[in-house]
């Protein structure tokens, strides 16, 4: 009796379980699909895109080499240059929560050197006190011999006034990739200087430049191929060039000259960044007697430069110039640095940062290692999140995706996310990205022969997580 009551117990156990799973599977079946849509919606929240919105600016037909600045008190400052007549104007805008408060004109000429890689710039020191500059070309030299021109405002751009060159050698050579920044309560200025890789040249073949105003139609400058550059390919070896700098006062007197590095890139665009003691870190391509071509730093603190340091070390070696600057950008006491490198055959966009001002930097972080064309920029969106954008790989050589990465502050790596698809050649030129304050502008230039500037904004809200 006692068996049976076992049996028909086990039996009915038996039954429960069966009865009991169908439930149990459509619980399983309800987990999965509970699971399938949270990563679903995280993908979606993953790979959206934030929203672009276009900003009307006021440059003209042809307007080139578009340039983002912040201003002291709030707003960017937008600048570029457009054909003028026979030759060009320097012009700017001051935005203010995405729209053009006021416009200006910095100065006007023929004879000037126009190049999708050496953009010129208009900066406010001050609220009262800007400087800016563009390139002219070096009468009687060869093609790619130009100078820096410099002008100086002291009534928030309202009037300007030109100041002649910072560099005061008067050699046929190439001075350019120059970047203005606050150097307490003067300009500073860096730039790329060849007049000793000048020096060691022989004598140019090339025709040499006009005298300005000389031939009022024959602007080199007008030209509307994708690159003015003497060397399109950019692959001459460099040569001695140099990273100087200087100060420029509100008066416009310029300061002592001072060679930072003594062997650098030819026309790799330097960076600098304010730090938030009021001194500045500039992030530099350098190049060694057997080619090497890593990048550099250097801090300026209580108006002294720091020797050299190192940044990144890859090792990469290649006999001409890349064409492919860096970016460094500032909050608080942290720093990102950003770069392109090709070492050992690997195009790839890293990124360093710093929690010190400096003092010690992360190992490289590998933000795109899927042959990126690089153009980098780096903004902070907080305190704990810096931004990087770049160019991606260009899959049919006629596009590219601008591309952007979120960095958290200990090295952190979010998902890229594709913001919207450019142009892959130089007239696309180097975007720019700025943040003032809630606002996040983008810019770049639109595709030859027309050319144009392409300006954007989106809300810091939509970048952060």
């Not at 692959?235 to 300061?255: E, N, Q, V």
Request: proline share 7%.
């Amino acid at each position: 009796m006692q068996a049976r009551s076992l049996g028909k117990s086990t039996r009915s156990v038996v039954s429960a379980r069966r009865a009991a799973l169908p439930a149990h599977r459509l619980g399983l079946f309800a987990l999965l699909l509970f699971c399938l849509t949270l990563v679903a919606l995280f993908w979606f929240q993953r790979e959206r895109p934030p929203t672009l919105t276009a900003l009307s600016t006021p440059h003209g037909l042809g307007a080139r080499l578009p340039r983002l600045t912040a201003m002291p008190a709030g707003g960017a400052l937008l600048s570029w240059v457009e054909p003028d007549g026979a030759g060009h104007a320097l012009r700017f805008a001051v935005l203010q929560g995405g729209r053009v408060e006021r416009q200006g004109t910095v100065a006007r000429g023929a004879g000037w050197f126009v190049n999708w890689a050496d953009f010129p710039s208009v900066v406010a020191i001050r609220d009262d006190f800007w400087v800016a500059h563009w390139l002219v070309l070096h009468p009687g030299g060869a093609a790619y011999a130009y100078d820096i021109a410099l002008a100086v405002s002291t009534d928030a751009g309202a009037h300007w006034r030109e100041i002649g060159p910072p560099h005061q050698d008067g050699v046929a050579a190439e001075h350019g990739f120059a970047v203005l920044f606050r150097d307490a309560d003067a300009a500073g200025l860096i730039w790329l200087d060849g007049r000793e890789f000048a020096a060691t040249q022989a004598a140019p073949t090339a025709a040499p430049n006009p005298a300005p105003n000389s031939a009022p139609n024959s602007d080199p400058g007008l030209r509307t191929d994708a690159d003015t550059h003497p060397d399109p390919d950019h692959t001459h070896p460099s040569g001695k060039f140099s990273l100087r700098f200087t100060r420029i006062h509100a008066d416009g007197r310029p300061g002592a000259e001072e060679v930072l590095d003594d062997n650098t890139c030819t026309c790799c665009w330097p960076a600098v960044a304010t730090l938030a003691d009021g001194g500045a870190i500039a992030a530099w391509r350098g190049r060694t007697e057997t080619e090497i071509r890593d990048h550099r730093l250097a801090f300026r603190r209580g108006g002294v430069w720091s020797a050299t340091a190192e940044l990144g070390s890859e090792g990469w070696q290649i006999a001409g110039c890349p064409v492919n600057g860096p970016a460094v950008a500032v909050a608080g006491q942290k720093l990102l640095a950003t770069w392109f490198t090709a070492a050992a055959g690997r195009p790839r966009v890293r990124a360093a940062l710093s929690n010190d001002a400096g003092r010690t930097f992360s190992p490289a972080l590998n933000l795109d290692l899927d042959d990126p064309l690089g153009r980098v920029a780096a903004i902070w969106l907080d305190d704990r999140h810096a931004l990087a954008v770049w160019l991606a790989a260009s899959r049919d050589g006629q596009t590219t995706a601008l591309t952007a990465r979120r960095i958290t502050h200990t090295g952190g790596l979010h998902a890229p996310r594709v913001l919207l698809s450019l142009p892959a050649g130089r007239d696309t030129g180097v975007p720019q990205m700025l943040r003032d304050g809630e606002e996040i502008y983008f810019a770049w230039t639109r595709p030859g022969p027309e050319f144009g500037l392409d300006v954007r904004r989106t809300q810091r809200a939509e970048l952060l997580p």
